[in-house]
């Protein structure tokens, strides 16, 4: 009979002897004991579910890593590195096999992105993950609410990857993009320059309308983008499907020589009206859904 003892036993590797001057106290008591680095801390949530945010026959080693992926996306996009996570499992799998997997996955990410995991929690139900992330701002925290009308709008990828991943997956298709899906990379070496010049960012994760729709909403400030100048792998759905965990930032028009910024896509400008108007073949584009919404 399996039991929670078993299952936290298979995550005590990843925390033990991680103690160092930051991580004072580590799993085992009550609660872990960080050491302030006299910055403002950056925290953010993030909640995966089975058959909603991952496939039901996943591999666990990339449940994991997907999940902390798409959590650590919320920090780049803040202009935020990451320092430690912790992570509350619900699950009703009875193999334990399944748990060592899994620790499989979280020991990947943390080694790839040099972080720390501090604690959580197992439980008995259906599937999902929640991360809770940790980080401290590079030089400043990027908020959505400071684009000005005038800015120019970025990403600094392709759209579209995760998506493609996906249905390849789900045609049992082996293709470079099944890895996007599964371990989307996040750009925290693109959040680290750009925090010095952006006005506002955002993650890619609901759709590019929906989250560039977040900016203008918290900035008071309308956008006009030009669909020829996005970068798309599948059509033009890509703009609202989401999973892409690129970056969205806007920049004032005299950074548009600066190096590493010209090498990112510059795919529109902030406005003064309080819509977005996506403009293709010189004609206004009309999405009936602008981007992800898990209760839709």
Known sequence: MISESAILNCFRHLVENELND??????????????SQNKDLVHSLDISKINTHFPKDS?????????????????AAMGAYPAFISIGLTSNSTDLDWYKKFTIGIENILNEYDIKLVGGDVTNGELSICVNVFGYAYEKNILRSNAKIGDLIYITGPLGEGRKGLIDWENKEKSSY???????????????????YASSCIDISDGLIKDLGSICMQSGVGAEIDYENIPVTNDIHDLSYGDDYKLCYTCSPDQKDNELISEDYCIGKITSKTEILIRKDNLVIDFKKNGWDSFA
Request: hydrophobic share 45%; no cysteine; net charge negative.
């Open 22 to 35: 930051i991580v004072l106290v580590g799993s085992g008591d009550d609660a872990a004991v960080i050491k």
């Open 59 to 75: 591999m666990p080693e990339d449940i994991a890593y997907r999940s902390i992926a798409v959590a650590l996306s919320d920090l």
């Open 178 to 196: 099944v890895q996007n899906f599964f371990n989307p990379k996040i750009p925290f070496d693109k959040s680290e320059y750009i925090s010095k």
